[in-house]
């Protein structure tokens, strides 16, 4: 019978600086093509992105600038809590969702997507990004740091410290738009922050990156 360890963090590998790029890369790629679905149907999701889908779709204004300018006053607590090497990553990775973002509308068309299909697509694909990036010690900025600082310091899994406060969001959007749209974007949030919370938690997930090391 081969032995198994009883204790796994003391085998936890470590993650390369070129692993580390590859996950942000994947990660925001992923994140902007379920922003595209959600933004196709029309729908938003919660934090900073569900935000600034919300504001794009009211005034007009790009969602790369919007997303970028929004996550500013969070990079402070990032620098505090987190360390400089997680604080480079998410603005990295926040740039690169923006970038990508820019370049996904003439790189995917599609005339229309069902809501709901859109809502499950979309949630689930912003959901494995973000998963992806918060194993390689990286976020989408704004809440996203919030939620990793409050599990890290006081044990409140990220993914439902986020589920709450995207409800907030969803709440304001049904308050601005209609509560049909906004109940088929709570099924967008649902599953993504559900995707975090059972797949990101204490002793689940034991890599580490170069700088935690």
């Given at each position: 019978?081969?032995?198994?360890?009883?204790?796994?963090?003391?085998?936890?590998?470590?993650?390369?600086?070129?692993?580390?790029?590859?996950?942000?890369?994947?990660?925001?790629?992923?994140?902007?093509?379920?922003?595209?679905?959600?933004?196709?149907?029309?729908?938003?999701?919660?934090?900073?992105?569900?935000?600034?889908?919300?504001?794009?779709?009211?005034?007009?204004?790009?969602?790369?600038?919007?997303?970028?300018?929004?996550?500013?006053?969070?990079?402070?607590?990032?620098?505090?809590?987190?360390?400089?090497?997680?604080?480079?990553?998410?603005?990295?990775?926040?740039?690169l969702l923006s970038a990508f973002c820019e370049a996904i509308p003439s790189l995917l068309r599609f005339e229309g997507?069902?809501?709901?299909?859109?809502?499950?697509?979309?949630?689930?694909?912003?959901?494995?990004?973000?998963?992806?990036?918060?194993?390689?010690?990286?976020?989408?900025?704004?809440?996203?740091?919030?939620?990793?600082?409050?599990?890290?310091?006081?044990?409140?899994?990220?993914?439902?410290?986020?589920?709450?406060?995207?409800?907030?969001?969803?709440?304001?959007?049904?308050?601005?738009?209609?509560?049909?749209?906004?109940?088929?974007?709570?099924?967008?949030?649902?599953?993504?922050?559900?995707?975090?919370?059972?797949?990101?938690?204490?002793?689940?997930?034991?890599?580490?990156?170069?700088?935690?090391?």
């Amino acid at each position: 019978m081969p032995h198994h360890p009883t204790n796994p963090i003391h085998h936890a590998s470590t993650h390369t600086h070129v692993e580390d790029l590859q996950a942000i890369l994947t990660g925001t790629l992923l994140a902007a093509i379920g922003i595209a679905v959600l933004s196709k149907a029309g729908l938003v999701t919660g934090g900073v992105v569900g935000v600034a889908l919300f504001l794009h779709q009211l005034t007009g204004i790009g969602f790369s600038v919007l997303f970028v300018v929004i996550n500013l006053p969070f990079y402070l607590l990032a620098v505090r809590k987190k360390g400089w090497g997680f604080t480079v990553k998410t603005l990295g990775s926040v740039l690169l969702l923006s970038a990508f973002c820019e370049a996904i509308p003439s790189l995917l068309r599609f005339e229309g997507v069902d809501p709901v299909f859109a809502a499950v697509a979309g949630g689930l694909l912003a959901g494995i990004g973000l998963l992806i990036l918060f194993r390689h010690n990286a976020s989408l900025g704004g809440f996203n740091i919030l939620c990793l600082y409050l599990q890290e310091a006081f044990g409140l899994r990220a993914g439902f410290t986020q589920l709450t406060l995207d409800c907030l969001v969803l709440l304001l959007f049904a308050i601005s738009t209609n509560f049909y749209t906004a109940s088929i974007s709570l099924i967008a949030t649902l599953i993504l922050n559900l995707t975090l919370a059972n797949n990101h938690r204490a002793g689940r997930y034991t890599g580490k990156s170069a700088e935690q090391s």
